[in-house]
């Protein structure tokens, strides 16, 4: 089955172009959109495990080694498309605009951190894993029932393909012939299960089979292969013609949230295959010319500030508001959860 | 109150159905009225659901708003949630509530939860609909009655109409909530009876129980498929002198907690009929509704008249699982005679 | 995709060989015996409708049409195997040693219906669809982990496809390589929703692909392929190669329970080019000197006879012991169970 | 009674061990004893669970013991189901009580009934282990307290040990408990304190409580992560001069009628305590047990302390979901003063 699915590349290890079809479609912009997306989660990603061990951020899920299959895919979509993420995907969120501090506060357990800005359609993250895939093929059913083109996409991992939703959600799809991209980050580890024991197929692609649809393997540290098959399965979809099951193979760095030990089940030399995908994405750019060291460093200078920036804000968040634990639970608010807020809110206020 | 605002009815064109009709009658409705709506779930379709509560539906509405959906609850409930964020509002079908859960998972941490988690940028205004209960000699597993699923489950109402006026009511007002609402339909009354009911929209407020019958020795509370016992119940009582008040209680959750606290203040003592399990049962609620509200004026230890704590039996032993009128007439003596 | 899962056939629509390699496995003994079990399942089905129709027996699933399916493939099993069945596999566990008296107090409501005899596995009838899977994967896992050469088949339906538990089910089995056959009998409706509308791929035996594990797709109303597949399916599974997941290729010639009406949903002439899997069997018998007037009107005579004691038996079973509601709950009745039965069974004293 | 049971622990070695230690103690323990056991679950082979409470076993005892399963609770009950019905014991890990959903379907229609559908000849002596609760700043989801959809399932018993002594006699009495036990595991309680146990085989008998501090005014009834509060709350109550009894319920079904009984015809009032949802919580199966049992003794309304109708709200509010001790000691001043 493998050979079905070759890992589709673009641009291999040492940053050369493998497929030259391409050649045409990567300008400048393309390239500095990309490097600047990838190094500013990157900042985001390294600062936030930084601001955990420091104390001033809950647990975290870093995403470090994922960062050209989040931003190459979040970069490929349209402002009015749909985004149904995990805990891991903050990375595309906060490329397809969910603002930073936004992010912090989610990890900081504050429920204003699952809130995206009123024109991006970012639902908050799943954490039960795979239940977001039938979201999606529901929201993007209402749209082609409205007629628009615009899609959704679920972002899900390897271990998520062995829940019951994933097939629930890839089989409404399929059916229903709607405008969905499952996207998968095949990163090696559900925690510590290696894929092996989560799965005897060979790859995640070839479970598209399953269910008529295409299915395609990508490599996933490779963001001209996610950013332009992502954009192929999106035009796909736009056009009418359905979902599509996309495997993007890439590598997690870290630790599966800053809670766990990765020595424990893994040996340090693993992964050490995968390049770096923001290494890789330099050394393209060195080979064909789009490497500036002042546009590098300003980019840097610009992302470190933005993420500091962010720090700063979420920091300077407002206290989290006890009202909200029950005024967001029905539009109007039912007589015994009224009586029970109030009792509480005196009860604090005795207390005071 | 309720009484009320429901008096109107009188008034209005009126045609004789059945409570199944009355929820065909309500989807029918609402479909014309607003295109957002879409009806999903098993074989609703060309056969019109198993019960045949959305016959003639498809043909007249179509087959992209009435859709047979493949044999999947976790993908119509988590389908029918992207549809719902997404402007529509859909109404799902359960085909027996003994069935709904594999979408559990879906209903708890997505259904109920995604106001809240999102800061109600993202609502759920959807419809669940299932048909619940024992006594029509179903096969096994379609009998169950576990609405405490649900009414432990904050971000959800969940209702129960007993009655064709109340199940085209509350069916349209859940339609009409900008939360998600489960309604529960009483397998058992479907066809059990025809009543006169308007052939307009109309809703009935969810949150609000109604007196069924006025009494003043002891007040039975119930919903769903056990108001017929308690009245069955209520009558022979009455041969014995004794003044029974019914509730029927017609939303589970949030309940009618001064409707219960009223009339147990004035009947000062209570009897509880469900046809769920005894222990972990809606019924422990209402004791402690009665707690809260009339300590003071109860007479006797309110009575449970429930499902035994064992899984629903098979069909020929339903009747020895389900509350009977017999039972509940000893449960108001006990009461009576504490 | 469709051309990668031909439908294996043995015996065409006319009774004729066509494949030749079976000529030599296929003997008297195997016909007689196919043939008899199919005549006595559907002697017992009949009856189950008819006594319906008279009120003796509450709602019924037939399963005619699918006997070639369910005698074929339970015919395969050895004595110690274990059988998973759905409300519509009677046929299978009949064939397999479950009693017919027995399976007609299943469908009047009597739970004595659901014990099959000490010497078969045979779990009760699935009635959650798809639930069975991964029971079946569990106790395959177990005759493994014990050594033995013992395996498990797990019946199911097209429309049990779509759960999630199917999914589960097939992916802990492949995972775990368990000694479990997944046997799908794809009878083109689940009650009412045609297949088209089930799933969008062309058959279901690609389904396995998603699984690593071998998938086939047979006429299921051709015994001998019904037969010899999942004999072979089980003889792959004895020698630790782990499971299949068989697609047979059937139809439901009645409604889908006694209180379904098809005619809501199939046109008249639908599922016309099925020929009737016994009559195939007749065909071949005849077309191959294994047709004998005397034996068949034997084996008429003792189905019939069987059928017959099997109802009569049903009708003097002893009535239901209100015991029952409450004994089988718990090995050890709790205190409060055991009050509420006490209570219950007073209440009834007092009421006679 | 059960004080008594259980007095001989001092005569035996001991070990200080905290409760997660504990269930790990007891799971090695029975490992070694009966080769029926297999312990499965995500994430709890080489990694030895996310909380570490299987650490070391699959060293100690192979992957064919110890196993890794897929990311698939439905899968994981499943499997277990199978694998129980066919000789082995499993005892299944899932990581989080919450995300127990997606396995509720095999586990309300399967796990707790396949006894009563098969007249007993096949049954399901397998355990299901779950952290459950909040109060460790744990992500969303992660902190549900949803015992009640166990409780209110014939055919299962739920335990929900508060201290290391009981996790491991409860644990491995539900190893041995011929019927399905759902072991409820505190995760605030994991490491919270530790405490000497004895370090060979014990039990602690599923369906009795314990009192764990005597008093006279006021009877308080919790268990898991709440027995500390109630103990705090009945601290500060000592102060104020009202002496409090705690009861830790220890299993949740079937629930320790009696020792509630006794306490609260002593006492004449009570308070009870959870972390669940205040509709639907188990709190109202005490308080109509309290009706049942202790109407004439009863001198005030009882109250409960319990978690808001509303999800478990992310970690920076979570406090103000949970009960603390002085919500508790205003209910314990609120049944004085009635
Ligand atoms: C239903 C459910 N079960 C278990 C968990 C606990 N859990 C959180 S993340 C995770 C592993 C997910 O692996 P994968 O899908 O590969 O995504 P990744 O974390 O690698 O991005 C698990 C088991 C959960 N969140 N939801
Ligand atoms: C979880 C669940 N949902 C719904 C049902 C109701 N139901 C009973 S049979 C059936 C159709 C099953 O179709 P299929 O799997 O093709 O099997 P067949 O009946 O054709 O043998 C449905 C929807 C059920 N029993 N269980
Ligand atoms: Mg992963
Ligand atoms: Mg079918």
Known sequence: ?352 | MTQLKESNRKNETTKLMTLIQAINDGMRLMLEEDERIIILGEDIGKNGGVFRATEGLQEQFGDDRVVDTPLSEAGIIGTSIGLAVNGFRPVAEIQFLGFIYPAYEQIMTHVSRIRMRSMSRFTVPMVIRAPYGAGIRAPEIHSDSTEILFTHMPGIKVVCPSTPYDAKGLLIAAMEDPDPVLVLEPMKNYRSKREEIPVGKYTVEIGKGKIVRKGSYVTLIAWGAMISIAEKAAEQAEKKGISCEIIDLRTLYPIDRDIIAESVQKTTRAVIIHEAHHTGGLGNDIVSIINDTAFLYLRAPIERVTGFDVPVPFFTLEEHYLPTPARVVEGIEKVLHF
């Open chain 1, 1 to 352: 089955m493998e050979h079905n699915y070759p890992i589709k590349r673009i641009v291999d290890d040492k940053g050369f172009l493998v497929d030259m079809s391409f050649e045409q479609q990567i300008d400048e912009e393309l390239v500095k959109n990309l490097y600047y997306h990838m190094l500013r989660i990157r900042t985001f990603d390294r600062k936030a495990i930084n601001l955990q061990r420091q104390g001033r951020l809950g647990t975290y899920a870093p995403f470090e080694g994922q960062e050209a299959a989040q931003v190459g895919s979040a970069l490929a979509l349209n402002d009015a498309d749909w985004v149904f993420p995990t805990y891991r995907d903050h990375g595309a969120t906060i490329t397809f605009g969910k603002s930073m501090a936004t992010t912090f506060l989610y990890w900081n357990g504050r429920v204003e951190g699952c809130v995206a800005p009123a024109d991006r359609n970012i639902f908050p993250p799943a954490v039960p894993i795979a239940t977001q895939l039938p979201h999606a093929a529901g929201a993007a059913w209402a749209e082609k029932r409205r007629g628009t083109q615009n899609v959704a996409i679920a972002y899900f991992g390897d271990g998520a393909t062995s829940e019951g939703d994933f097939h629930e959600g890839l089989n409404f799809a399929s059916v229903f012939k709607v405008p969905v991209v499952f996207f998968n980050q095949n990163n090696g580890y559900a925690i510590s299960v290696p894929i092996e024991k989560q799965m005897n197929s060979a790859t995640i692609a070839q479970k598209s089979v399953a269910y008529g649809m295409p299915g395609y393997r990508i490599d996933g540290n490779d963001c001209f292969a996610v950013y332009f098959e992502t954009k192929k399965a999106f035009d796909y979809a736009r056009s009418g013609n359905g979902p599509t099951l996309i495997e993007a193979v890439t590598w997690r760095k870290g630790a599966h949230t800053t809670a766990d030990d990765p020595s424990k089940y893994r040996l340090e030399k693993q992964g050490e295959n995968f390049v770096d995908p923001l290494i890789r994405l330099e050394l393209f750019m060195k080979n064909y010319g789009y490497w500036n060291d002042e546009w590098i460093q300003a980019t840097q200078e610009k992302t470190t500030g933005e993420v500091e920036a962010a720090v700063e804000e979420m920091e300077k968040f407002p206290q989290p508001n006890v009202a909200d634990v029950f005024d967001h639970v029905y539009a109007e608010m039912p007589a015994q959860l009224a009586e029970q807020k109030e009792a509480y809110l005196v009860h604090l206020g005795r207390r005071d």
